[in-house]
């Protein structure tokens, strides 16, 4: 059974940083897309960044330049370091993996204050 597990989030100031993870397991990650999505208050649930398996990535364009999507295959980790957050940026981050089927985390909140 695919597991995903995120942690890292938290309540930080507008300018700072978080750095999110999530460790997966009962899957062969490294031939799997993983990525992270977010779900703002009253709002429909949006892509922010993906990674293929060959490491080519795809940003929101409103993360594009402040966020950096990354994998740990031996690890069977995804990253996303989020640097000059924004209130925007608020909301709960989901962990995504697609192996033929798409399989979410939890989440971990991420609230931005102005």
């Known amino acids: 059974q695919v597991q995903l597990v995120e942690s890292g989030g938290g309540l930080v100031q507008a300018g700072g940083s978080l750095r999110l993870t999530c460790a997966a397991s009962?899957?062969?990650?490294?031939?799997?897309?993983v990525g992270w999505y977010r779900q703002a208050p009253g709002k429909q649930r949006e892509l922010v960044a993906i990674?293929?398996?060959?490491?080519?990535?795809n940003y929101a364009d409103s993360v594009k330049g402040r966020f950096t999507i990354s994998r740990d295959n031996p690890k069977n980790t995804v990253f996303l370091q989020m640097n000059s957050l924004i209130p925007e940026d608020t909301g709960v981050y989901y962990c995504y993996l697609n192996n033929k089927n798409a399989y979410w985390g939890r989440g971990t909140q991420v609230t931005v204050s102005s």
């Open positions: 009962g899957t062969i990650f490294r031939f799997s897309p």
């Open positions: 990674i293929a398996p060959g490491y080519n990535t």
